[in-house]
């Protein structure tokens, strides 16, 4: 089991910059798919950005892509989310999401470990 912890998040002008943490307890931290979701006013939950636990391989949803990175310290069982040139529509909660050992699709996934969130909101 893990237990993930958010921080980060605050209030920022449009085209302005976040980075987000997410802070892992346990010591398999380097064999948990790590991702990161987020739910804005009024809207479904929706996939951000993963990074697969063997590989390297990362994964962006359109709407993010090109602004945002996701990266991961194992050594520091620490994973972040850098957002550039953000935008009104990134407000949201952002949520730390993880499964262990995961190979399948990111699309449509269903981590089985939450953190409690961080609030972004990006003022126009």
């Known amino acids: 089991q893990v237990q993930l912890v958010e921080s980060g998040g605050g209030l920022v002008q449009a085209g302005g910059s976040l980075r987000l943490s997410c802070a892992a307890s346990?010591?398999?931290?380097?064999?948990?798919?790590m991702g990161w979701f987020r739910q804005g006013p009024g809207k479904e939950r929706e996939f951000v950005a993963a990074?697969?636990?063997?590989?390297?391989?990362?994964y962006y949803a359109d709407s993010v892509k090109g602004r945002f990175t996701i990266s991961r310290d194992n050594a520091k069982s620490t994973m972040y989310l850098q957002m550039n040139s953000l935008k009104s529509e990134d407000t949201a909660v952002y949520y730390c999401?993880?499964?262990?050992?995961?190979?399948?699709?990111?699309?449509?996934?269903?981590?089985?470990?939450w953190g409690q969130g961080t609030q972004v909101t990006v003022s126009s």
């Open positions: 999401a993880a499964e262990r050992v995961y190979y399948g699709s990111f699309y449509g996934w269903h981590p089985d470990y």
């Open positions: 346990g010591r398999t931290f380097s064999s948990y798919a």
């Open positions: 990074s697969r636990w063997t590989g390297g391989s990362t």
